[in-house]
Each structure stands twice: as C-alpha cells, then as structure tokens.
C-alpha cells in the first residue's frame, strides 16, 4: 500500500505571499496525483488532477509539478479565501485503491 | 453538470449496521470508467478511501475496513449505497460519496454525519 506524506503539516503565510506544499509518495505513483481543498464545513474541492493539470474553474495561481515520488502544489500568490487545508490524493494499480496524505493546513500568518 | 446527494440516518447505535445511499444527478452511474466512492472523515481529521465499486460491478475495499463494509449500486434509481457493519464509536464521521476517474476524484456529495451511540 503507497503511503503519501504531506509536509509540511501547517504552513502559515500572509496573503500576497507564495506557497509551496509538498507530498511525497512511498514509491512511485507515476503522474496519478491529485491535490484538494478542502475549507471547514465543506466537500474537498478538486484542484489539481494528473500532477500538473488544473481542474475546470481552478485559478492560475494554482499550479502542480512532480513526478514519481515527489510532488508539489505552488500557489503563487495567496488570496484570503486559499487559507483551507490541502490534501493529496493517489490512486495506485495495484492494489487499485486510492489513499490520501494527512493534509497541510495554509494558515494566515 | 454532476451531483451527488448521500442520504441515511445520522445516528447508529454501536454493533448495528450504518446503512447510506448516494443518489447521483446530471449523468448515468452506468456510465464507463467511473469508480463511485465512499470516503469518510473522523471529526477534526484527514480523509479516508472506504472503497468504490466500479460501473462494471466490481468492487474493492480499503483493507482496514474490507470485513465490515459492503458497497452496492442501483442502476434503476442512479444510486449506489454502502453498509458497514458492526459499527463503534470510531466510526463516528462525516461520509461523502464521491465519483473517481483513473486518478483523482472530482465530483462529491456534501456529506452526512454519522454519529454512532447508544
């Protein structure tokens, strides 16, 4: 079973600022990773699909990178309504069950 | 457009069988390449896969959970529904149904609190 490691486990910045939150995958998921939203009291809301591809709707401050093992979600510049806890997700071949990282809540600095 | 409504009661008494149903608008559930899913999320924590069952039937559960949990689908209403059984207190969280592609999922329910006590 792959394990996703997210990190870090609280980042707190000011809006304006850049972020960077990482996952790291315990062997390779190829490019099958996924990054959420998810605020208090809602659904996740999809943002980041097959490692790099923006899902409809998603601002361009928004990007993800990563390959393999290591992934990265990179806001560029941090709107007030960013602040939410962000998980990834993977879905792996074998067992073909999707698992998901502990989260990283971005916090207003 | 997608949606996707879990419903059932939002409080199950310990040993008893928690029962959900997910009814999904805007598209059929038999349609290929979908994994309709159930996650679940313990009060103030991270989400965790349940299982999904695919539109061709085919189900897979998450090994903690495989002995307890049974996901079906009704196709006649657009539904899919999951029972885990001989629930306790750690069972007490917020379900979403979801559905899956290959790698991600991108369209949930809002989700049900189950609470479990006697």
């Known amino acids: 079973e792959i394990v996703l490691t997210q990190s870090p486990a609280t980042l707190s910045l000011s809006p304006g600022e850049r972020a960077t939150l990482s996952c790291r995958a315990s062997?390779?998921?190829?490019?099958?990773l996924a990054w959420y939203q998810q605020k208090p009291g809602q659904a996740p809301r999809l943002l980041i699909y097959?490692?790099?591809n923006k899902a409809t709707g998603i601002p361009a401050r928004f990007s993800g990178s990563g390959s393999g093992t290591d992934f990265t979600l990179t806001i560029s510049s941090l709107e007030p309504e960013d602040f939410a806890v962000y998980y990834c997700?993977?879905?792996?071949?074998?067992?073909?069950?999707?698992?998901f990282g502990q989260g990283t809540k971005l916090e207003i600095k | 457009q997608v949606q996707l409504q879990e419903s059932g009661p939002g409080l199950v008494k310990p040993s008893q069988t928690l029962s959900l149903t997910c009814t999904v608008s805007g598209g059929s559930i038999s349609s290929g390449g979908y994994y309709w899913s159930w996650i679940r999320q313990h009060p103030g924590k991270g989400l965790e896969w349940i299982g999904y069952i695919y539109y061709s039937g085919s189900t897979y559960y998450n090994p903690s959970l495989k002995s307890r949990v049974t996901i079906s689908v009704d196709t006649s209403k657009n539904q899919f529904s999951m029972k885990l059984s001989s629930v306790t207190a750690a069972d007490t969280a917020v379900y979403y149904c979801a559905r899956g592609v290959t790698g991600y999922t991108d369209y949930w329910g809002q989700g049900t609190l189950v609470t479990v006590s006697s």
């Open positions: 997700q993977q879905r792996s071949n074998w067992p073909p069950m999707y698992t």
């Open positions: 097959d490692a790099s």
């Open positions: 062997q390779s998921v190829s490019s099958y």
